[in-house]
């Protein structure tokens, strides 16, 4: 595997389930986020890991839980979300924390809350 | 706050022509500039960034964009399109805060373009 990777690529859930996303870097980077991506709207940062430890949440809902193990794993946990929370799920690294340092994005979860 | 504004949302043109895809961006500190490229089905991919320096930024796949800071504007361009161009185009900012780190990229809504034969 190169590059970044995002399992699973696609999850349907209902609002009333816990269900995880995986992101993996094999870039050897020190920072990861999550980006949302919905239709019509700009993509939105959630979260920032720098070093494994959270830097940056967005105002994010506390339905959505990051964990970051190591600097090459992210994870997002979700539960009891809402149907406005379907969109694109973007996992991205970097070789270090901000926008000066160039992101690199995985192919994304698309995530349907029914 | 910062904002970015992608004028087009669609931009239809033939193979061969030149497109640029605009965008306009607010903010009241120095800025970063970024356009990212998104095809069907992947993550997004950076075509070019301007950091500092030359205002005319050449990125990957012979598109070239220029900063304007007095019209807050940074336009991507390619003097000529190629069909395997068709895929959504994504201008973002952020604040250079020297004094410390900054995460943030602010997106625009993208645009989409679509190279017709």
């Known amino acids: 595997e190169t590059g970044v990777t995002q399992t699973p690529r696609h999850l349907v859930m209902g609002m009333t389930n816990k269900k995880s996303l995986k992101c993996e870097q094999h870039?050897?980077?020190?920072?990861m986020y999550w980006y949302k991506q919905s239709a019509k709207k700009p993509l939105e940062l959630m979260f920032v890991?720098?070093?494994?430890?959270?830097?940056e949440n967005n105002s994010v809902p506390s339905r959505f839980s990051p964990e970051c193990p190591n600097s090459s794993h992210l994870f997002l946990h979700l539960h009891t979300l809402q149907p406005e929370d379907s969109a694109l799920y973007l996992c991205?690294?970097?070789?270090?924390?901000?926008?000066?340092?160039?992101?690199?994005f995985g192919p994304g979860t698309r995530l349907t809350v029914t | 706050a910062q904002s970015v504004t992608q004028l087009d949302s669609q931009v239809p043109v033939f193979e061969e022509a030149p497109v640029e895809l605009r965008c306009n961006y607010s903010?009241?500190?120095?800025?970063?500039l970024f356009w990212y490229v998104q095809y069907p089905n992947q993550g997004l991919q950076l075509l070019l960034k301007?950091?500092?320096?030359?205002?005319l930024v050449k990125g990957i796949n012979g598109f070239e964009a220029e900063f304007n800071k007095s019209q807050t504007s940074f336009h991507l361009r390619k003097p000529s399109v190629h069909i395997s161009d068709t895929a959504e185009y994504f201008c973002?900012?952020?604040?250079?805060?020297?004094?410390?780190?900054?995460?943030?990229?602010?997106f625009g809504k993208g645009t989409l373009l679509t190279v017709n034969p």
């Open positions: 301007y950091l500092s320096g030359s205002t």
């Open positions: 890991y720098s070093l494994e430890e959270r830097v």
């Open positions: 973002a900012v952020s604040d250079t805060n020297s004094g410390g780190s900054n995460y943030k990229l602010t």
């Open positions: 903010s009241s500190v120095s800025v970063y």
């Open positions: 870039l050897g980077h020190n920072a």
């Open positions: 991205a690294s970097s070789q270090g924390a901000g926008t000066y340092y160039e992101q690199y």
